[in-house]
Each structure stands twice: as structure tokens, then as C-alpha cells.
């Protein structure tokens, strides 16, 4: 991975700043505290994110947003990684950021950056967010405070860090995996042994069974053949009951007929005394007819034999028209007798004398009217007479007639009733001769009542037997089948038992193989590989912290755990006891051996990328000499060193110079 820009906006003391990369040493030299060691922790949140940082010691101090922006080039591919920070209320916290890949931008989660960038990087590592890059920190950049530290941990700690940067801690993963698998397996095979433990017991069960079995089929052959013979029982009983409920039926149906057939002798003969009555009534009927016929004949009149009914209507208007002339004349008399005192009544006049023949003349004309009228009234009176005589006459006409047409009409009724009269005799005699002959069916109906109960008790006992034969079947049946079940239940169990066995059997040898010769395999293997790597690193190492001291009196070395040993003149010395720039120089060539081996298992660090924050403190000026030398003897394409020495400004190829002014850092190319 080669480092190509980085572009920072209020990280730390920074406001803004940037900053390109070129091949070689780079030196961010200026005094203590003025923001050099801010820049590789802004590298590597661009990378990896916070990770065991927080938010808060990244942004700065009162602003809301803050951001990074690093592009570099790794396995010949240009990447350039953007992140933010933003603050809400209180609390400091990523944003999504995105990636640039040949071009083509992708924005991601906080998450999701860090996962792409170490698949971009190849680093086979924890993705969370808040998990630190071991190989970052180890083999690229260790912030300063964290640069002995590696040397000061237990040596399995270190041996299990060393395993992350070096990229095997997948041998020591597959022996706890193995492990954890040897575990596993033992202990599904004791589940598994526990299982089939009561083989013995099942097997002795199922041998009890199948003899049950063969003991229910023999008896289900007997009980079958009982049954059979109970059902041909009930059958032939069947039989008979319905030939004798034929025979009771038949009976009954014909007794049933007697009062029906009584009720119907003493219907018709009921009918036949009515129409005797009928007979006898009409008979004293027709008697008293011929007498009222006799004396309506005598009461006929000879003579009368036109209506006067128009004659006597012709009187009677000649008598209304009298009448009214009578009134006239008797009006017009009156008037005339007023005038007889020879003056006016109404005004006094004296009435002439030739009026008295008129006077006279009216009261004449009214005599003359009343003799009329009267001779009229005589007349109407003599024709109503002969009208009202008429009349009398033709109604007895008509009630002769109608007590012959009563006559006439007894005569049908008669012929009628006669001819029923014969035909109910003859149904009543019939139908007493039915009833007759139905009551001798009712003296057989109780014998065959009595038949019929005996034969439906025999049925009922030749079904009682037969239930009592099928529920004896069924009892068996059911025996059998639960016996079968338990019988299959057990095979079942035999069979899973049986395929349990094998796979104990499998789990066995899976065991046996992973102890003996997986295991041992893994541990020759990472023995072989890490005694390699020790070789090397062994050698570089103490070449590299020979060439960083000042005198030769002390050697280094590293042990199988990698933990470094110190001899002085063939004795052990502590780590403790060496001087401050003794302790930089072990942990400058350590730093720098282990960057060359993770280089080599790395390909996304084939550039040999290094970071080395204050890496010279307690340095002699003749010791930063030497760096020069071990630097390039170590083949780093990109170094970046961060020191307050300026005689390291002699062997670098772009030095940048970082101050602070009033609390906000800047960066300068010198």
C-alpha cells in the first residue's frame, strides 16, 4: 500500500490541512504537542475507523462536522476513502462516508467502509467497528505510547498477536476449532451412547411381542370362525322374523279392516233407515199435495177469462181527469155564490143583473161535474173489483201449478230413492258379509303375534351372541394392534438405534482422527511455519539492533515466542535495565523485523509501507546516523516518520513542518 494524499477537516487542533505523499522518507518534524501524531491517527481512522478511539478525541473541540479523505494505491489499483464525523447534542459520532475505486464512488455505513477497505487491503480480520487492525497496528503504525508495549507482554500474547500480523493465526483458529469439534464430537457421542444403551432391553421386548403376535392369531382364527358362525346365525333368525312379521302384518292388516268394514255396515244401514224415512215423508208430502191441489180447484172460479187490468188503468185516469174538472167547477161555483149579494165582496161594486144567469149556469156545471165524477168513481171502483178478482184467480192458477210441479218433481225423488234404497240394501248385505268373514282373521292374529315375539327374541339372542363375538374380535384386534404399534415403535427405535450406532461408530473414528493425526499435523505445521518466520525475523532483528547501537557489548535475539532475549558479554540482561535509547533501538529493529515479515505475508503491503512515531527517543546523533542505513537496508518504498529531531531532515525525501498557533495545528512542506 502506497499512501498518495490525505485531506483532514477539523480532527483534533486541525481546522483544515492537507498533505501529499511521495515515495521515500517523509518527515513530520515540529515540537512536542503540535499535532505530528494527529495526522497518523487521522490516517488511520480514514482506514479502519475509530475502532478503540472515540469520536470525541478525533473531531474537534466546538465543531460540528469534521472529515478525512486518504487516497492510495495498493496492488496497482488508485482508492480514495472519505469518512466524516458529526456531533449530536453531546455526543460525537460517524456518519456514512464512501469509497472511490478507479472512478466509480460507493457510499457505505461506518460498517460497511471498514469492510470494504479490508477486503481491498486483504486483511483477514474482525470487521466490527470498534475492532483495532493488529496487522495496522503492528506491522504498519503503533502510535508511540504503544510502541514497547509488544515487547513488555506475555509470551503467549505476543505469540497470539504475532500470529494475526503474520497471517497463521489460522492454524492456532483450527486447533481450538478442532478442539472445540473433539469436544463436541465426545460429547454427542456419550449423548449418542446414552442413547443406544438399551438396545438389549428393546430387542428382549420385541422378541415378547412378536410371540403376543402369534398368540393373537391363532385366536383371532378361532374367534373368526365364531363369528362367522354367529352372523349365518342371525342370518337364518333374520329369516324367520320377517316371515312371521309377513304373516303377523298380513294379519293385522286384514283385522284392522273389521271395524272399518262394522263401521260401514252401520253407516249403510243407518242410511237405509234414513232413506225409509225419506221415503215415508215424501209420501205424506205427496198426499197433502193432491189435497191442497183439490182445494185450490175448488176454488176456481168459471167466467173469468179476460184481464181487466187495462180497462180498470183506463177508468182510474178517466176519474183523475173528473176529478180535476170537478175541482174547477167546484172553484168557479164558489166564486160565483160570493157574488149573490149583488155587490163585489173584494170592491163593493154593485154586480150587474145579467150576472145571475152566470152564477147559475156554474153551480149547474158543478152539479153536472159531481154526477160525472161520481158515475167514473163507480166504474173504477166495479173494474178494481174485477182486477183484484183477475188476480186472485191467477195466483191460484200458479199455486196449482206448483204444487204439480212439487208432484212431478216427487215422483223423480222418488224413482231416485227407490233405486238407492235398493242399491244400499244390497251394499249392506254385502258388507255384512265382509265383516263377517274379516272377524274370523282376528282369532289368528294373536297366534301369530305370539310367533313373531318368539322368533324376534331368537334374533335378538343370535345378535347378542354375535356382539358379544365381534366385540371379542375387536378386543383381540385391538390387542394386535397396539402390540403391532409397539412392535413397529420398537423396530423403529432398533432401526434409529441401529443407524445412531453407526453414526457413534462415524463420531468414533472422527474423533480418534482429529486427536491422532490432525492435531499433531496442525501443531508440526505451525511449528514449522512460525520457526520459519522465527528464523527470519530472528535474523533481521538482531542484525538491525546491532546496527542501531552505539557500542557492541549487547546482542538480541528472539525466542520461539518471539520474545526478545539480551545478552551482554554472555550474560542475560533485562529490558528494564537497558537505557532509553537501548529500549528504542530493541524496539525499532523489532518493529522493523516484523514489518518485513507481514510485508512478505501481506500482498497489499508488498510496498512496505511504514509509520514510526517518534521511533528515536534517547537516539545519540551517531545513532540517527545508523537509522539511515537500516532504513534502506530494510526496503521500505514509503516510510513516514514523525520526530522533533531535525537531524533526521538529512536522509529524508520530503519533510513537512507542523506547527500551532493559538491552539490550531497547520502542516507545511519544507
Known sequence: MKLQSLDIENIRTYGAASVTFSSGVTLFEGDVGCGKSSLLYAIEFALFGLGDLKASHLLRHGAENGSVKLSFEVTGKHVTVFRKLERKKDTARQAPGWIEEDGVRTEYSPEELKTKILSILGFRENPSAKATSWIFRYAVFTPQEQMKEILLLRPEERLQTLRKAFGVEEYKTAQEHANVVQQHLREKGREIKGQVADVPELQAKKAVLESQLQTLDLQKQTIFTQVAAAQDQVVASDTSVQAARAVSLALEREAAEVPLLQKRVEELDRQHARLEFDSKTLDAKNA????????????????????????????????????????????????????????????????????????????????????????????????????????????????????????????????????????????????????????????????????????????????????????????????????????????????????????????????????????PALTTIEEHVLRRINDEFNRLFSRWFSQLLETQDLEAEVDASFTPQIHQQGFEQDFAALSGGEKSALALAYRLALNTIVRQTTPSLKDNLLILDEPTDGFSKEQLGRMRSVLQEAGAQQVLLVSHERELEAFCDQVFLVEKHYGESAVKEL
Open 288 to 519: 197433502q199435495w193432491d189435497q191442497d191441489e183439490k182445494t185450490l180447484q175448488q176454488q176456481v172460479k168459471t167466467g173469468i177469462t179476460n184481464d181487466p187490468q187495462g180497462q180498470w188503468e183506463t177508468a182510474e185516469s178517466n176519474v183523475r181527469q173528473l176529478q180535476q174538472q170537478l175541482g174547477a167547477a167546484e172553484h168557479t161555483a164558489r166564486e160565483h155564490q160570493h157574488l149573490r149579494s149583488g155587490s163585489c165582496p173584494t170592491c163593493g161594486q154593485k154586480i150587474p143583473d145579467g150576472l145571475n144567469g152566470k152564477i147559475q149556469a156554474a153551480e149547474s156545471a158543478f152539479k153536472e161535474a159531481q154526477t160525472k165524477f161520481q158515475t167514473a168513481r163507480d166504474s173504477e171502483a166495479a173494474l178494481r173489483a174485477q182486477v183484484r178478482q183477475f188476480n186472485d184467480q191467477k195466483m191460484l192458477q200458479q199455486k196449482i201449478q206448483q204444487v204439480q210441479a212439487l208432484r212431478a218433481q216427487s215422483e223423480v225423488q222418488r224413482t231416485d230413492m227407490t233405486a238407492k234404497m235398493v242399491e244400499t240394501a244390497q251394499q249392506l248385505e254385502s258388507a255384512k258379509n265382509a265383516w263377517q268373514e274379516k272377524k274370523h282373521h282376528l282369532e289368528k292374529v294373536q297366534d301369530a303375534r305370539v310367533q313373531l315375539q318368539k322368533a324376534e327374541m331368537q334374533l335378538r339372542e343370535k345378535q347378542t351372541a354375535l356382539q358379544t363375538a365381534l366385540k371379542t374380535q375387536a378386543a383381540t384386534e385391538a390387542q394386535e394392534k397396539h402390540v403391532r404399534q409397539n412392535l413397529a415403535d420398537i423396530e423403529a427405535s432398533l432401526e434409529r438405534k441401529a443407524q445412531l450406532a453407526l453414526k457413534l461408530k462415524n463420531l468414533e473414528e472422527k474423533t480418534a482422527w482429529i486427536a491422532d493425526p490432525f492435531l
